[in-house]
């Protein structure tokens, strides 16, 4: 970033979190709601609306919200995107609990989508969420230049396929049974899996408020530290909760006899080169930015000790 302005030492740590969460997840969610008002095909409208409105932490609408607000853009420039967001992550959550891949019964303490509304539905469900998100962004995102809502568009798609979840997806599908696969595997299945909508929440909110190339590129560097760190979590957290802190089920790497990154450094070292990306993602956003990143270097914080 060009703009080196203050050390992290010099930032005021009082932020209040929980009270920043619950304020945006209460917009997320009203902006959710608002953007799934479909009657017919009655069927499909509720498959849809079980997912999207099954709570989850709005991680990544919440992400780019702030670097919107960061970066000096408001709200409503940001939340067509937010909501898109969401809708890919649900679509990619029901598709990943179908039997044809991961098998799960629960996601967000309440049954999967094809144990409710049959697989045949959930896929459909998964494929009008997928498409709505992108129609969602092109026709409601207000106040902000074409170029850089295309730029998010097209970003978007990129994050999504075979160069994003899908290509992380495939990898990692191919990889089960085989507990021996390498750091470089594990790296590319989570950087793809995970990390790639993360990296697009962050930089979207970003380029919708006219962020220059060196800030988009700072602000990705911090998704890809907290994208990782996430995972590293997200993989201790399958071995050390329970399934109703989860909302899933629990233990399932272990049982699938999955590489994970405690299973290839063992849960303290994972703990610490979890805390260590973290740390690193917060320095460099607080150099760049300042006391303004607050939000973003405390979620970098919440993603790091979250519990579920
Ligand atoms: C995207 C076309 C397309 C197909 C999907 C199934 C699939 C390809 C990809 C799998 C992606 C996947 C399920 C990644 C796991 C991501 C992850 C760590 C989910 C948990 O996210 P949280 O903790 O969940 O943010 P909540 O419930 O809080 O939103």
Known sequence: ??????MTSSIDTTFDLK????DRQQRVEAA???SLQGQYPETIYQAMRYSLLAGGKRLRPILCLATCDLIGGTARMAMPTACALEMIHTMSLIHDDLPAMDNDDYRRGQLTNHKVYGEDVAILAGDALLTYAFEWVATQTQNV???RILQVIADLGKAVGAEGLVGGQIVDLASEGSPDVSLETLNYIHTHKTGALLRVSVTSGA?????DDSQVETLAQYADRIGLAF???DDILDITATSEALG???GKDLAAQKATYPSLWGLEES???AQQLVEAAKTSLADCFGTPAQPLIALADFIVNRTH
Do not use: F, H, N
């Open 231 to 233: 995972q590293i979590v």
């Open 1 to 6: 970033c060009s703009l080196s302005r203050v």
């Open 32 to 34: 959710l709601d608002a």
């Open 207 to 211: 380029i919708l408020a006219g962020a």
């Open 19 to 22: 009270a920043y969460l619950r």
């Open 145 to 147: 230049p074409a170029d």
């Open 248 to 250: 899933k089920s629990a």
């Open 271 to 273: 703990q610490k080169q």
